[in-house]
Each structure stands twice: as C-alpha cells, then as structure tokens.
Nanobody, 125 residues
Framework: QVQLVESGGALVQAGGSLRLSCAVS????????MGWFRQSPGKERELVAA????????YYEDSVKGRFTISRDIAANTGYLQMNSLKPEDAAVYYC??????????????????WGQGTQVAVSS
C-alpha cells in the first residue's frame, strides 16, 4: 500500500510564494515519477509539474515555467513544489501523485497510480 500526504497549502497574496510538500510512504520501489496536479472549480485536473524520482529530470506545464520548481528528497521520500510569483489563476486544490510509468513523462491522470488527498492553495489579488 502506498500513501501520499500533501501539506503546505494556504492563502497567499498575488506575487507571493508557497512550498507544497508530499510525503510518500509504503512501497515506493516502483515509483518512477512524482507529479503535481491541480484542479480549480469547473476545470479538469491538470498536470503542473513532474519529476523523475531517481534521475531528477523535470517537466513543467507552460503556464508555470520559470515560477514553479519541483524537487524531491529521496532519503526522506518527500517531493516538493516551490511556487513563486503566484497568480490568482494558480488558485486550486493541488494533488501529488505517484506513477510507475517509466518510458516517458506521465502527463495524464490515468498514468498515475496513487494520489494524495489534496491541499488547497488560494491566491488573493
């Protein structure tokens, strides 16, 4: 069994920063990627960033490039999403997820095997 627990969501002013954390427990040997998704009301869940757990290669959705940084601490089994220069349109519930896909960067929801419960990010203008 695998569990992912996010933390770090909060209300922040536009232009501010937040760091989200995702602690992973359980069987993690087959975790090849960690992804961060977000979902705001009325919109589909979208991939924001992903990281290759062992190699550290990263992927970012265009709207967050240069503002968000995904990272991981392998020893601590924890992933992070550093979010800078936050905009009102970044407000959403953010989810971390674990994928056993290794051939390419998993970008679809169904390519992820396990999910956290989500953490709310609110951005005031």
């Amino acid at each position: 069994q695998v569990q992912l627990v996010e933390s770090g969501g909060a209300l922040v002013q536009a232009g501010g920063s937040l760091r989200l954390s995702c602690a992973v427990s359980g069987r993690t040997l087959s975790m090849y990627y960690m992804g961060w998704f977000r979902q705001s009301p009325g919109k589909e869940r979208e991939l924001v960033a992903a990281i290759s757990w062992s190699a550290g290669g990263t992927y970012y959705e265009d709207s967050v490039k240069g503002r968000f940084t995904i990272s991981r601490d392998i020893a601590a089994n924890t992933g992070y999403l550093q979010m800078n220069s936050l905009k009102p349109e970044d407000a959403a519930v953010y989810y971390c997820a674990y994928s056993s896909m290794w051939r390419r960067v998993p970008v679809r929801e169904y390519e992820y095997n396990y999910w956290g419960q989500g953490t709310q990010v609110a951005v005031s203008s």
